[in-house]
């Protein structure tokens, strides 16, 4: 396999971060969403994955963006519906890393607001530039919560097309980005 695109090809070093946002965006989510439910002591750790898996996240992102901007994608394969569902391919992916970005940030300031420290995987903390205020903290949590909804429903979309993909149109969209799928 190769280490970057080739004009048909995902190379190595794509799919590989692919993969891992991937596996860190459900598990984020799901880790928000499980924290809420715990008692205080495991809400207190499940708080630190959440956050740790937040920030993974987030470098993971920004690795990727650019990967992306340093190695172009392979352009999409053609299908008989046209150039409209390359476009709307465009859009959900822009959405994606829009959200990507977002929500780990609105999550930082969510901390920073309630006048937390955000902890960085438990190497050291950065203190909250200001003083807390719990109705901002709370506007903003909401926030973060509604985009990451919205990003596991994008990603619903994402898997469903690439599935479509697949089994009805018969091309080669996912065999691209999962090495050895025949």
């Known amino acids: 396999m190769r280490i970057r695109n ?3 090809a995902y190379g190595a070093i794509a799919i590989g971060l692919h993969w891992i946002v991937a596996v860190l965006v459900p598990a984020a989510w799901l880790s928000g ?6 008692s205080r002591g495991s809400e207190e750790l499940a708080l630190f994955a959440h956050v740790s898996l937040g920030l993974a996240m987030l470098g993971v992102a920004l690795a990727r963006l650019a990967w992306r901007l340093a190695d172009p994608p392979p ?3 053609a299908t008989r519906f046209g150039a ?6 465009e859009i959900v992916h822009l959405l994606i890393y829009g959200i990507l970005f ?3 940030i609105l999550g ?3 901390q920073f607001a309630g006048g937390e420290a955000l902890p960085v995987f438990g190497l050291f903390e950065i203190a909250s530039p200001w003083a807390g205020d719990r109705g901002f903290a709370h506007d903003l949590k909401e926030m973060h919560e509604v985009l990451a909804n919205g990003l596991m429903i ?3 979309l994402h898997v469903g097309a690439a599935l479509l993909h697949h089994y009805w149109l018969h091309d080669r969209t ?3 980005m999962v090495p050895g799928l025949r």
């Open 102 to 104: 977002a929500i780990p």
């Open 84 to 89: 409209w569902t390359v476009h709307a391919g």
């Open 108 to 110: 930082i300031l969510t």
């Open 174 to 176: 996912l065999k691209r």
């Open 6 to 8: 080739s004009a048909k």
């Open 154 to 156: 994008l990603i619903g």
């Open 33 to 38: 969403q499980l924290g809420e439910e715990m």
């Open 75 to 77: 352009a999409p394969e």
